[in-house]
Structures are given as C-alpha cells and as structure tokens.
C-alpha cells in the first residue's frame, strides 16, 4: 500500500497553461509539504500545512497555490506556466510539524515547452 | 533558508567497500536526518540523529554529528551495488522544517 502518493507521474506541458498536481498520504499524518528539486537536485521547500493550515511559504511565486481540502490531501496548482517551472515537485508528510521524519511521494516531473 | 553541503559531491567505490559521506550546515539544529534517494524515485528516510548524540547506528549506517563544527557523517559500511543512490542530509532547527543539502551521489561498482 503506497504511503504518500502523487498523480500524475509526468507531466508535459505547454507554457502559460494551469496546470494541478494531486497529493494523498495514507498514514494519519498531520503535516504535508510540497519540494521542488531542480536538475542539480537541489532540494527546497515550497509550502508546507499542518492539519489544512499553511505553516510555510516559502518565496515561491504567485502562480503556485496549494490547497488542502483535509489532511490527507494537499493539492499544488500552477497557473501560467513557465520554462523555468520544469523540475520534479515532491509531495511529503510527518507525523507533526516539528522538524520530524518525512514521507516523500514518488515525485511528479513536470517539463515545461 | 540556506542550503546545506555535502562532500563529496560524488563518490565511486567497489561493492564491499565503506563509503563516507559528509555534510555541513549553517544554522543551530534539534536534529539532523539522512535520506536516499534511487534515480527517479522519492526520498526515503535513513537514520535521524539528534542534537544531543554524537552516533548513531542503524544496520550498515553509523552517523555522527559534531555540533560544535555543524557537521555529520554517514557511513556505509561493506557497501552493495544497491546502495547506488544520492544520500541527501537534512537538518531541523528552529524553523521546524527540513533544510536538505545538495546531496552525495554514490555509485557502488560491481
């Protein structure tokens, strides 16, 4: 049974179309966090909620939005496209919100043309 | 936040061999953690260390944390041609959130 799952797996797309990323846990997690690693995999966080409330924001431009409809989900939408938006956006989980060992989702690449 | 580093930042070495990966980070820490990652997949969580040890053991990984110079190692003992993966250091601090540094690829060769 797959613990934090993403859909979709890739994702190509043109620039300037809204594009969504969907993001479930089934552990009982509290905390959700979306990342986005580039192609030197560097590693950084972009939003991060504990029980529906955003906790982090990370400086991520306007165009990204999270939404966590219940704990279980949380939701990344990306309006206007860009080329520089092409990477892999992981989704992870904890227990808590205090710094604790996360879940990571197999990640969503996404390739912006 | 500020990236965190690892040296080095790729390391090859034969099946049945140690590795030693090392990572620094910048800021005061309540725990540092060590994940792998397998080409194309997620991150999965290895060992977490926390501020007030200075090893720790998990199988064929022993960790240290040396807080006072803000560094770690991680050790892979009798290494397989399945430990081929980045290993990524990840340090909690005040901040409550993961702050991940650039990662070691380690390429165990047959």
């Known amino acids: 049974d797959t613990a934090v799952s993403q859909t979709p797996k890739y994702l190509v797309t043109q620039m300037g179309n809204d594009k969504s990323i969907k993001c479930e846990q089934n552990?009982?997690?509290?905390?959700m966090y979306w990342y986005k690693q580039d192609s030197k995999k560097f590693l950084k966080i972009m939003f991060s909620?504990?029980?529906?409330?955003?906790?982090i924001n990370e400086t991520v431009p306007n165009r990204f939005s999270p939404k966590s409809p219940d704990k279980a989900h949380l939701n990344l939408h990306i309006n206007s496209l860009e080329l520089g938006d092409s990477a892999v956006y992981f989704c992870?989980?904890?227990?808590?919100?205090?710094?604790?060992?996360?879940?990571f989702g197999p990640g969503t690449r996404l390739l912006v043309l | 936040s500020q990236q965190g580093e690892e040296d080095p930042q790729a390391l090859s070495i034969q099946e049945g061999e140690n590795a030693t990966m090392n990572c620094s980070y910048k800021?005061?820490?309540?725990?540092l953690q060590w994940y792998r990652q397998n080409s194309g997949r997620g991150l999965v969580h290895l060992i977490l260390?926390?501020?007030?040890?200075r090893e720790k053991h998990s199988g064929r990984l022993r960790v240290t944390l040396d807080t006072s110079k803000k560094s770690s190692s991680l050790l892979i003992t009798a290494s397989r041609a399945a430990d081929t993966a980045s290993y990524f250091c990840?340090?909690?601090?005040?901040?409550?959130?993961?702050?991940f540094g650039s990662g070691t690829q380690l390429t165990v060769l047959p």
């Open positions: 992870a989980s904890s227990l808590g919100g205090q710094g604790e060992t996360q879940y």
């Open positions: 552990l009982g997690h509290d905390t």
């Open positions: 909620y504990n029980n529906k409330e955003l906790i």
């Open positions: 800021t005061s820490i309540n725990n």
């Open positions: 260390i926390r501020s007030n040890e």
């Open positions: 990840a340090s909690s601090g005040s901040a409550r959130q993961l702050t």
